[in-house]
């Protein structure tokens, strides 16, 4: 019989699905010294244009404030304050002419010739100024084919005053409505238009004032911001390499962070120099400018008043009321009361023996007061004060001619206004003019010198910055490159 053996069997092992790897931390490996030098120079690098694209804006917008002031509004509002003068001295130099014979009246036509060539001056230079389009273009077309129908009505005016007997002293009543009818062409559509043109551009330099004049602060601030992030790498590149290379000061590092502070001031301290200066040009030279000019305006327009006074006896009233409202707008109604106006001439004499300083300043009306509050440069003061002197004996010569013409002496009372001699009416008015003259001129230099002076703090720093930069990274990696040399090897 055959012995079954039974079958050895391998023993079972269970099968153990095999468990997930356990998750390990793998900590990142430091940047070794020389990649992370390297990526230090990238850094410095986007941080160094940083600097310069921000202070390219902010010295950008600070330029383009400088231009708008000093060359495309300041120059425009100035050339409309003079047509609209000399649109009324056109006009005075007119009713000269009509109230005037013989040598009087050649004298007149001759000044009204020489009145016609100043304003197309005046246009040609608005004209060719033209920053803002119609809110200028307008105006000043209104004025060249206003003053054209002007001198038309005065031609006619004058060609019938030329055909009569030239020695009798009244005018043909054609003559004076032709008269008429310019004064009101002046007085309702040219000084008008005068004063559209200078809004045009007084509104744009007011508002680009205002807006630069609150971004002083402001813009240095950003400057120096711009620039810390360039600064603080470096200093944190400097504490890098002394812990990790033991060497307690890089030359290249500290050059390039002495540079970054260096270009970083010098263009702070710049951009506010430019700053003062636009501040002079625009508060203290041409907010005089503009006063006088204006006063200027309104003088002349006020001279042709008392002209047309005389002239146009029918309207004696409404020029006589005209005349002494402009004449207030210059200093204030009380300058026409004999006695309040020597009182006033005296203030402002004690004033002016103070070269127009004083601790407490005396309150003075007007846009004559307005200059006198405003000196600033050396001259200033005395054409102020001879502003107020003369304006005082013309009122005085004033009153006189009003007087004879009350009398019934009207020929006497003509002369007077006419007469260039001293005592007379347009020499009184002439030497007022002069002191108005004397001041625009010292502030009209203090302007254009303050703009050269802001734009020249200006011209080099966008450079200075990019330049400044650039040396301050090639610095830094001249410091470094012996480090990065030393890993090499």
Known sequence: MSVTHPIARSPVVPIVPPSAPSPVKLARAPLSTPRLLQASLAGLALTVLLFWIVGAMVISASKQGVQTIGHDTAPSVVAAQAIRAHLANLDASAANAGLTRGPAQAQAWKDYAAEQALLSDYLVSAAQNITYGDAE???????????????????????????????????????????????????????????????????????????????????????????????????????????????????????????????????????????????????????????????????????????????????????????????????????????????????????????????????????????????????????????YTTLGTYLDIDARIRALDASGQRDAAIALNVGIKPGESNYAFDAFDKALGKIIDINQTAFDAAIVSAESDLAPLTWIIGIGGLLALLLAFVGLRPRLNEYRT
Not at 138 to 151: D, S
Not at 327 to 335: N, W
Not at 375 to 381: L, R, W
Request: aromatic share 8%; with cysteine; hydrophobic share 50%.
């Open 137 to 387: 273009r307008k105006p000043i077309l209104a004025i060249a084919t206003g003053v054209q129908r002007y001198a038309d009505l005065i031609g006619q005016a004058r060609a019938l005053m030329e055909s009569i007997d030239l020695k009798q002293s009244a005018i043909p009543d054609a003559a004076l409505a032709l008269f008429r009818r310019a004064n009101a062409l002046t007085n309702n559509e040219l000084l008008p238009a005068a004063a559209a043109l200078n809004d045009a551009n007084e509104s744009v330099l007011n508002a680009t004032w205002d807006a630069r004049k609150s971004t002083f602060t402001t813009t240095r601030v950003w400057l120096f911001a711009s620039a810390l992030p360039a600064l603080i790498l470096l200093a944190w590149l400097q504490w890098t390499l002394l812990a990790r290379t033991n060497r307690l000061l890089n030359p290249g590092v500290l050059g390039a962070t002495i540079l970054m502070v260096v270009v970083a001031l010098w263009t702070a301290i710049d951009l506010g120099a430019s700053n003062t200066a636009l501040t002079s040009a625009k508060q203290d030279a041409f907010d005089s400018v503009r006063a006088i000019w204006k006063s200027r305006a309104v003088a002349y327009s006020a001279n042709a008043d008392e002209s047309y006074f005389l002239l146009d006896g029918a309207n004696k009233l409404n020029y006589g009321l005209s005349f002494r409202k402009k004449i207030a707008e210059l200093t204030d109604d009380a300058f026409f009361d004999k006695a309040e106006r020597q009182r006033i001439l005296a203030d402002v004499a004690r004033f002016r023996s103070r070269n127009c300083v004083a601790d407490n300043r005396p309150q003075y009306d007007g846009l004559l007061g307005a200059e006198l509050m405003n000196v600033t440069f050396d001259g200033e003061c005395a054409g102020a004060a001879a502003a």
